[in-house]
């Protein structure tokens, strides 16, 4: 009875005194979203233990927290996230921890675009139906505290990934060197990726493009494309009628072939749309995840990106 006692007592001092550095020694990291979660394990490589908190095919914008994740949360050392509303989610989980867990904020310092300055052409102004200038002068956004998809820019993407390295290498020392030549040659390899979507791009024949959530805006400054409509400038709110007649009038002013629409979200709208203006309906993914072919890296899901809008833009 008493080696059973003291058995027990030793299992549970040596369960309570885990470290964060568990699990075979890897540094404990929690991402908000996939494109970070990925970029954490280019950086951290075997040394790292990367968890995602939005799953595959959810949105950030309407994510749910679950009390599950405070768990997650407690046993982490390092947890990264954009920053500019998007984790509207994450102060409770990083109070509720119990550890003194301080948020690595992505988009710190960055230049972030503003509903009010949103790259739209203004110039649909001629187009019939645009009289109505509901499309440009209409806030009612989330992003209020600026829109926070910067890792859809490969060159914000290469300034995260330094983030990254900088923030591993505090939490854990001891493999500051592998981090750094790891993200030395993944920065090299987003560099690859920001050419060949330069390239293609470049060949386009429209530039103007109409995107489901104003999610791809530093992608279309980056690279020259104006955002001709958003589809649910509040992500999860439906466009009024006005709206829709709005975006399809763009649509056939701007000669447009196809409207995006997003996995995390209900193609329904967009369908309505294209129907009406006589196109087709194509996905774009702006977080990609790890159970998902082709689109479980950042490269890889930029890569897909890019040819879902060759395929309706070239
Ligand atoms: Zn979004």
């Given at each position: 009875m008493m080696k059973n006692r003291f058995f027990v007592w030793i299992l549970l001092s040596v369960f309570l005194s885990i470290p964060s550095l568990s699990y075979g020694g890897k540094l404990q990291v929690i991402a908000s979203i996939f494109p970070i979660a990925d970029m954490a394990r280019q950086v951290g490589g075997n040394d790292v233990e990367v968890t995602t908190v939005v799953p595959a095919g959810a949105s950030p914008h309407t994510f749910e927290m679950k009390p599950s994740l405070v768990k997650t949360f407690a046993s982490a050392k390092v947890f990264l996230m954009i920053g500019a509303g998007l984790e509207f989610w994450a102060d409770q989980l990083v109070q509720s921890s119990g550890q003194k867990l301080k948020p690595v904020v992505l988009s710190d310092g960055m230049t972030l675009i503003r509903s009010a300055d949103?790259?739209?052409?203004?110039?649909?102004?001629?187009?019939?139906?645009?009289?109505?200038k509901s499309a440009h002068t209409e806030h009612a956004h989330?992003?209020?505290?600026?829109?926070?998809?910067?890792?859809?820019?490969?060159?914000?993407?290469?300034t995260m990934v330094t983030r990254i390295q900088e923030a591993l290498s505090i939490a854990n020392p001891d493999h500051a060197s592998d981090y750094e030549n790891r993200a030395k040659s993944y920065l090299g390899e987003l560099d690859a990726l920001d050419k060949g979507i330069s390239e293609t791009v470049s060949q386009f024949s429209t530039?103007?493009?109409?995107?489901?959530?104003?999610?791809?805006?530093?992608?279309?400054?980056?690279?020259?494309?104006?955002?001709?409509?958003?589809?649910?400038?509040?992500?999860?709110?439906?466009?009024?009628?006005r709206e829709i007649a709005d975006i399809v009038s763009r649509i056939k002013a701007y000669h447009i072939r196809a409207v995006f629409a997003e996995p995390q979200f209900s193609p329904k709208v967009a369908d309505v749309i294209a129907r009406e203006a006589g196109v087709k309906v194509l996905i774009l993914d702006p977080l990609g995840g790890e159970t998902l072919v082709g689109r479980n890296t950042y490269i890889g899901l930029m890569t897909y990106n890019l040819q879902i809008m060759k395929e309706a833009m070239q």
């Open positions: 949103l790259h739209r052409d203004e110039s649909v102004k001629e187009a019939p139906h645009a009289s109505n989330s992003h209020d505290s600026g829109n926070p998809h910067v890792w859809l820019d490969p060159h914000l993407a290469k530039r103007q493009i109409i995107s489901f959530h104003p999610s791809w805006d530093y992608f279309a400054a980056r690279y020259g494309l104006t955002l001709a409509g958003v589809i649910e400038k509040t992500p999860g709110r439906n466009p009024t009628p």
